[in-house]
């Protein structure tokens, strides 16, 4: 059992048999504390919902043993496939087998769902014929179509979107991976039984993308509150996310910086579930159309102007019927938080108001001229005028890190603490993307080149470490799995402080306190 930041720890198995059975006894044992199971190729990742709880959840786990298959809740999903895909003849050739062979080895044994990642839907499928033990494409594709099933390595698994992919592609489904409308919205889930069985009937629709329906909309809400007059570079609506979803593909999102959103809903005496609104690099302007609105503005230091008039950061004001809300650009941070006492409605998705930019989940980025509604009021009333805090440092920014679980996958993991770091503009609510000040080949390396990681769960503040030596610091739309080591994971508290690193900025590494 590994150690994986504040609150979550990783469990090791022998293999996806073994991940499979651990997982659902996870899962059956129902335990307090516990707000996610995440499915790896080699690992069970779980969640604790605090770390004051990390610790009575380690003790439960020590005494879990894997469900026999016998004792797992499945079902047996048929996918019918069309054989004619792409990489039908280079498979055939890998193996040894004939195209007929291959066909017949990947729908003669049933698989079962490991885990999922990569996408909303996606399945990784385990227990196939041996003999279809393939490496991924040299070079991946820019696109691979809906429905595509592909194999990698020993697993098989069906592209429930477009996107780009590196599987060898066997052939096609139309069948519907991924639905909103359906509950669960996933018909592939961690422990379900796949037959794949060859059909030769031409497609005559493209199979469901998910695209179409995982997105809300910004809409307007319970009511008109306000008109969106200029979204600056990027708003998206947040609230705390959608934890415990990671056996649907889905990760956690909710706002990148979580207590500059917490503090915007106390002021206001908002529910911790209300959404806010995340603004990058300020810019907002929002016009109150119908009624007075009470707002706050937390996170990143910026001018707040009401029809010109400046209002502080961390106070609640009064936005009048008729007045435009304009926030400057950022001076130091990158996020700024506005709330609104009731909180933004919009609808959510999967128990969500959050934006997720990597899954494409929730409701779109503002645009000029949408409008957002306001919820009701709590009952409960404000009790505090301004909450005093420093803004986010523009200098030097040192991140607690807790190290592990795989530093030794590291040649010196002390070189992450001893490397002075930028943060690189590529950065966005996936990650914060680190590279070294001095520029050149990064400090930082693998212990042994080459060697591959399998796939294993996630969490925000996870520090990957691909094969190059550059960090990247994993932010609130992670994906559910990664195949890089993780060398350490972010303090929960300077995970917030990673969300509001602005592009250039100079980055120092500690070992957090008593944690090495």
């Known amino acids: 059992m590994r150690t994986v930041g504040e609150r979550a720890v990783l469990l090791e198995a022998a293999g996806t048999d073994e991940v499979v059975g651990l997982a659902a006894a996870v899962r059956a044992a129902r335990l307090d504390g516990v707000v996610d199971v995440v499915p790896g190729a080699r690992t069970v990742l779980v969640v604790a919902r605090s770390a004051g709880e990390l610790d009575d959840v380690r003790h439960a786990l020590a005494g879990l043993s894997p469900l026999p298959a016998d004792e797992q809740p499945g079902e047996l999903v048929e996918v019918p496939v069309r054989y004619d895909g ?75 979107r477009e996107s780009p992919g590196g599987w060898q592609l066997l052939g096609r489904t139309d069948l519907s991976l991924w639905d909103l409308h ?74 990148a910086d979580r207590a500059a959103h917490a503090l915007a809903n106390r002021l206001l005496a908002n529910p911790r579930g209300a959404a806010t609104l995340e603004v990058t690099l300020g810019g907002l302007r929002l016009r109150a159309e119908d009624r007075d609105l009470l707002l706050v503005v937390t996170g990143a230091d910026l001018d707040v102007r009401v029809d010109g008039r400046g ?54 980025p503002l645009t000029a001229g949408s409008r957002l509604g306001v919820g009701p009021a709590p009952d409960d009333v404000p009790t505090v005028d301004v909450a005093p805090m420093p803004a986010p440092p523009t200098g030097v920014v040192v991140l ?18 001893s490397t002075p770091w930028e943060v690189d503009p590529r950065s966005d609510r996936v990650g914060v993307r680190l590279r070294s000040e001095t520029g050149g080949t990064s400090p930082v390396a693998h212990a042994e080149p080459g060697r591959q990681l399998p796939s294993e769960g996630l969490v ?8 190059g030596g550059d ?18 994971v972010l303090t929960e508290a300077a995970a917030d402080r990673a969300a509001q690193l602005r592009p250039g900025q100079p980055v120092r590494l500690r070992w957090a306190p008593g944690a090495r």
Not at 313 to 334: K, M, Y
């Open 471 to 488: 960090p990247v610091v994993m932010l609130a739309d992670h994906p559910v799995t990664g195949g890089y080591p993780v060398a350490g």
């Open 86 to 160: 792409p990489d039908l003849d280079e498979v055939a050739q890998l193996t040894g087998l004939t195209p007929d062979e291959v066909v017949a080895a990947h729908t003669g044994t049933p698989w079962t769902v490991a885990f999922g990642g990569f996408a909303p839907g996606f399945a990784y499928l385990s227990g196939g014929d041996p003999r279809l033990d393939v490496p991924r494409r040299a070079e991946p594709r820019a696109r691979v179509p809906a429905g595509s099933v592909g194999l990698a390595g020993d697993l098989s698994g069906v592209y429930p």
């Open 311 to 364: 209002q502080g950061t961390n106070a609640p004001f009064r936005l009048q019927a008729g007045d435009e809300l304009a926030l400057g650009s950022a001076r130091a941070g990158l996020r700024a938080y506005v709330g609104v006492r009731g909180g933004w409605a919009v609808p959510d998705v999967l128990g969500s108001r959050s934006r997720d930019v990597l899954a494409g989940l929730g409701p779109d």
């Open 182 to 255: 359906r509950d669960p919205p996933a018909l592939l889930r961690p422990g379900v039984r796949v037959r794949f069985v060859a059909v030769d009937a031409p497609s005559t629709s493209s199979p469901s993308t998910g695209s179409p329906s995982t997105s809300s909309g910004t809409g307007t809400g319970s009511g008109a509150g306000v008109r969106v007059v200029a979204p600056g570079p990027l708003t998206t609506v947040q609230d705390e996310g959608r934890p415990g979803l990671a056996s649907l593909g889905v990760g956690p999102s909710g706002a």
């Open 400 to 417: 607690d890190l807790v190290p592990g679980p795989r530093d030794d996958w590291l040649a010196d993991a002390s070189a992450l603490v």
């Open 460 to 467: 925000r503040g996870a520090l990957q470490v691909p094969p």
